[in-house]
């Protein structure tokens, strides 16, 4: 079944199409989710709140440009509803509030995954407004009135973000990054 024809079917709620759909997806969107939430309930909740709103809104997809990228924007979107419906974005750091994980990668070269696994460590706000300015691609007006913030304090927690993944990149001897 080609994506034109699993939307179709998904469109006509074909519960087999769903599944393939949610089957091909659910790994990739997971891990959209638990970059937003390290409590892995919670990143399995909303993956499944965003796919339930996929399904309910698929429809909508007018298939101009990319279905993933509609689905991922979906997601992304669920998972700031629910930082927003939780009013509990910890932007408060002091040294306590983050760990620095331990040990060393067997290669020097830092990948991408490295990084993913680190952010895990940042805290709370931090880790969201990382996220969103580094890997959704947001500017800091879109955080700041997606999470009822001030663009002050989007730079700032994402200046905080960068400063402590290079101390964990450090603290790891990990090759340093060109996070500046």
Known sequence: MDEKQLIKACINNNPKA????????????????KRYFTDIQQAEDILVKGF???FQNIHKFSSEGS?????H?????????EVRKNKVIHL???EYSYSIPSGELPSQKIEEDDIMKLL???????RIIFNLYVIEGYKHKEIAENLEIT???SKSQLNLAKTKLK????KNYYLKSNLS
Not at 73 to 81: A, P
Not at 120 to 126: A, H, I, K, M
Not at 167 to 170: A, G, R, T
Request: charge should be negative; proline fraction near 2%.
């Open 92 to 94: 408060n750091v002091d």
């Open 67 to 71: 279905f993933e990228g509609w689905m």
């Open 18 to 33: 769903q599944r393939l759909l949610y089957e091909k997806y659910d790994a990739r969107f997971f891990a959209v989710c």
């Open 73 to 81: 924007r979906i997601m992304v979107n669920e998972c700031l509803m």
């Open 52 to 54: 339930m709103k996929i």
């Open 120 to 126: 895990d460590y940042l805290p709370e706000g931090c």
């Open 151 to 153: 663009e002050g304090t």
């Open 167 to 170: 101390e964990m990149l450090d």
